[in-house]
């Protein structure tokens, strides 16, 4: 590869990039020509030199006065609160964003009149007018991508540091402000490229294009993820999220295809915010393909990861993102590779580390390797603060698992319900699970497969190799179902049935009907090697487990989750098993609201995980016949 110096002041090709000299004194007019040295802060820092990234800055700009070092330096901030969780961490990023947000007032263009901003919150399509965006300067321009990107930087701290309602709504106000000017540069780029004889007008800079791309396409993708009872109000104010269309301008800034294995926007070329964009797109394919389906393309995170691997071999987010893509083909095994080594890659920013460690927590459940499971979850308990209950929780399931004492497990579980954390003023539904789970141990000292409970939360089971299915995880099941004959007069015994055969159920599923995603090794042994049961026997004895759950619902006494989550299963396995009509009625059960196979007890109130399990159900029956589930 030739040694191109690209404007991001990167030398494409080459290990270490040289820092851009930066103009000393700062002229205010030329703050654009800075835009080279914060694209090499960006990129130093992408590649896992945090400090380094930071001490340029600060070398450079000591008051981050400067219009993208003042935004670059807030975004680091905003991301290392991000993954601290940490009140401290926070506050620091707040306070940037703040920062950075005001140098950014100070080169817009002067607004309208209050009653048209004001008015701007009614009717957002005034904010698509392209004219007054025609008007402003190119420095104009970026001040007011700028604007927005730090506006929203501030709305999602906001909420993450105050925690209350009244937050939230103040910064669900500002998220509108930073919608509205989105699509307003992005109706000014599609604009001015349409009056353009080529199609693409050249005085618009990458840098710009970039960011926008990033900005419309991401706020867009936000608005297509949202439910259908919020989309509802949302469209209200004139807004609406096109995932196809999101997606197309997220890849647009590198110009990724599908058409192409690699992408027609080089190193050299490339606007300084195409490395967010690239990564918002393999974080879509890889992390939100757990909650939906439609338009998830394992193919094109494929390519992401290839490319970027060559310029970022030692980025602590890209390793983490190619073990993301392992995990999503159920190669786990593997993707412990990358985890590691996105550990050994900085030590500069401990608190990345968590993204790591959960993940190492999760795909060693998918190999059931319980105690190297719990060493992770050790190591997010005494390093994280995204969730301490959580943690917690995965040590103590662990060790009732058989890999510890259960007293050392009790005193964990007494500790879990005072952990939970609120954010705008709500509690965290995954957090308020295990808080119940830990009080069910309390009262009845004993919790069922708890470890395998959590890897079906955490998709565990859905990215297990076929023969840790086999041979691992469904001989515990059957192992525990054993140990329950002669229990059945005891409370809470059809709760651990259930939930039993429920594992049981989707165990057998992904032995009949792999993830459609999986990639299963060329040498690997058959269902029938593995089980001594056909494909078609696996899918007849998932059936019949499933049943077992509905028949059995009526009588459980606590974990009413479980019939719903049943139904939601059965509805993906009718689908794979070619009974469509069927399926779709199993998800319409689960979105009707009503009471499904539950007792008395089971009719008070929502049950566990209501919201998320929504949210997947809406996925799949949206991608019913379009693609297999």
Known sequence: MSTTTTTNGLIEGAPIPIPPTVAQPYDRDKALDDIPAAGYALNTFYASQMVEAEAYIDENDPEKSRLYFASCYGLFQC?????????????????????????ASQYRKNGGSLTTRLASYVVSSLSTNVGPVKSMTPLERHAELIYAETLFEKAILGVMYSGDWLSLIKEVL???????????LYKYITTVDGESPSGHDDTVDEHLRSGVYFGYGLSSLILSLLP????????????HGDRTEALDVLQRAGGWSKESEEPTVSAADEGIRRLLCDMMVLTFHTVLSSVTFDGIDITMADKIVRWSSHRY?????????????????????????????????????????????????????????VPESMASWRDLERESSWSKAIYTYG?????????GPTDDA????????????????????????????????????????????????????THAPREVLAKKMLPEIKSCLEGMKGRETLGGYHDDLCLSKFLEGVCLRYLAYPDV????????????????????ECAKQAEAAFTTVFEHGPSIELDHHVVYHAHYEYGRFLSRHGQEDKARGQFELVLSGKHLEVGPSGKKGKYSLKDMLYVQTHAALEALGKRPL
């Open 313 to 369: 071999p030692n980025s602590v987010f890209l390793l983490w993102g190619q073990g993301r893509l392992l995990v999503v083909r159920s190669q786990p095994r593997e993707a412990l590779v990358y985890y590691k080594k996105a550990i050994a890659a900085q030590s500069q920013y401990p608190t990345l580390y968590a993204m790591s460690y959960w993940e190492m927590a999760i795909a060693n459940l998918a190999l059931w390797d």
């Open 228 to 239: 259908s009872k919020v989309i509802t109000i949302v469209e209200i104010f004139g807004y």
């Open 395 to 403: 040590v103590a399931a662990c060790l009732l698992q058989g890999s």
């Open 517 to 536: 995603e999986a990639v299963l090794p060329s040498d690997s042994p058959s269902v029938e090697e593995l089980t001594g049961m056909s494909e078609a």
């Open 174 to 184: 500002n998220m509108r402000t930073t919608i509205n000017i989105y699509r307003s």
């Open 79 to 103: 991301i290392k609160s991000l993954m601290s969780f940490a009140d401290k961490d926070i506050l620091v990023a707040l306070q940037r964003a703040k920062h950075g947000n005001n140098v």
């Open 410 to 461: 009790a005193a964990l579980l007494e500790k879990v319900p005072g952990l939970l954390q609120k954010i705008a003023g709500k509690s965290i539904p995954l957090e308020k699970l295990v808080s119940r789970r830990a009080r069910k141990f309390m009262k009845e000292r004993r919790l069922v497969l708890p470890a395998l409970e959590i890897g079906y939360i955490f998709l565990a089971i």
